[in-house]
């Protein structure tokens, strides 16, 4: 079986068990405290588990005009899939201990990459725990292979400049605070607010109380209550990240793919001349 957007604990124990183990990408990370993820892992990890890191091995280079965590390079990406082992056809399970939203920026990157078979761990390290699943602090080698063979990107994006054209005309999700998106707090960027006619949806919200993302079906109904059903969709957040989180819980409750605008609000606000909205 081949798992595309959330994977359970469960299953995933079963997979590590079989003749053709995943590849397991930790990808724990803090935007303020951009180490702890590192500190997390050396401490314990799931079994056979490589780190990645957000800024180095999930971002591009930052030009003070593209964002906080641009999208990198294709060729730049298939070379880093490569080193940590992935061929076609591998299973690639990605997890966090934050609730999924770097786990789901791997899993995205990987889909745009072109590589079908990867997902994101439900709950993340507790649900691991929780299922029996230990925690192990060897690291173990990476068995690189050679760049990954990407083919077009398979998850649409859109820019900018064309967001801007659009603007009116498409379902735009925010996955940020409801306090970043009024504009009342903007710890991270040099300007509060929002994308006008962008539509609130914290990335957490996707969440039930345990931390695995709620059932298909409720995700469904809350996302068609906020115009997801609309025929095109961009999601967006503060840096491409968190944007993701949404993404993936829409192609989980069956949605087609929607676009991320991966720039996000850190890209939008660096342009003085972009229309900003409060409240």
Not at 38 to 67: F, I, Q
Not at 70 to 75: D, G, K, M, S, V
Not at 122 to 145: C, I, K, M, N
Request: net charge negative; aromatic share 8%.
């Amino acid at each position: 079986m081949t798992y595309r957007t959330l994977i359970t604990a469960e299953a995933l124990q079963a997979l590590l068990d079989g003749p053709a183990p995943p590849l397991l990408l930790d990808c724990g990370f803090d935007l303020v405290d951009t180490g702890s993820g590192e500190r997390a892992y050396a401490a314990g990890h799931l079994p056979g588990a490589l780190y990645v890191h957000l800024d180095r091995d999930l971002s591009g280079a930052k030009t003070g005009r593209n964002g906080r965590h641009p999208l990198p390079e294709r060729a730049a990406l298939a070379a880093a899939a490569g080193r940590w082992g992935l061929v076609p056809g591998r299973q690639v399970v990605c997890y966090d201990h934050q609730g999924g939203p770097y786990a789901s920026r791997a899993w995205w990157l990987l889909r745009w990459l072109g590589h079908e078979a990867v997902a994101v761990l439900d709950g993340g390290v507790a649900a691991w725990q929780r299922a029996g699943g230990t925690l192990v602090t060897e690291v173990p080698p990476a068995g690189p292979q050679p760049p990954y063979p990407a083919g077009a990107p398979a998850m649409p994006t859109v820019d900018a400049d064309a967001l801007l054209q659009r603007l009116g005309r498409v379902r735009l999700f925010d996955a940020r605070s409801a306090e970043r998106f009024r504009g009342e707090s903007e710890p991270l960027d040099p300007v509060a607010g929002h994308i006008p006619g962008a539509t609130l949806r914290f990335f957490k919200d996707n969440l039930a109380a345990d931390g695995r993302f709620k059932p298909a079906e409720q995700l469904r109904a809350e996302f068609d209550a906020l115009g997801g059903g609309d025929a095109e969709v961009v999601h967006q957040c503060g840096s491409g990240v968190t944007a993701c989180h949404n993404l993936l819980a829409m192609l989980h409750a069956g949605y087609d793919a929607p676009a991320l605008y991966p720039g996000s609000w850190s890209e939008w606000c660096s342009d003085p001349s972009r229309p900003v909205a409060r409240g």
